[in-house]
């Protein structure tokens, strides 16, 4: 099971950190990534982290520079840290365990339910 929290209203230029906390099995061994989706728009990609040690991240050219994610294998947590934020970051931000890192980030179908992040101009 993945949980998210950490989503809320924030003003634009602020920042927020999102966690995304697994159970039932230890996550060490797998990628992770963080998507959204804002209302009427497809899910897209945000951020993925390499298995173990994270050593590799990949990020949306929307968010790079401004969102991190990293990983916490010792709590089974992964977090996206997003800096600068701003209105068109606006969505339902889900966490995807176990998907394909190959040059991009493919999901699987291993889902949280989603939390809500709202910027404010």
């Known amino acids: 099971q993945l949980v998210e929290s950490g989503g809320g209203l924030v003003q634009a230029g602020g920042s927020l950190r999102l966690s995304c906390a697994a159970s039932g099995r230890t996550f060490s061994g797998d990628t992770m990534g963080w998507f959204r989706q804002a209302p009427g728009k497809e899910r897209e990609f945000v951020a993925a982290i390499s298995s173990w040690s994270g050593a590799r991240t990949l990020y949306a050219d929307s968010v790079k520079g401004r969102f991190t994610i990293s990983r916490d294998n010792a709590k089974n947590t992964v977090y996206l840290q997003m800096n600068s934020l701003k209105p068109e970051d606006t969505a339902v931000y889900y966490c995807?365990?176990?998907?394909?890192?190959?040059?991009?980030?493919?999901?699987?179908?291993?889902w949280g339910q989603g939390t809500q992040v709202t910027v404010s101009s």
């Open positions: 995807n365990a176990a998907g394909r890192y190959s040059g991009t980030y493919y999901p699987s179908d291993y």
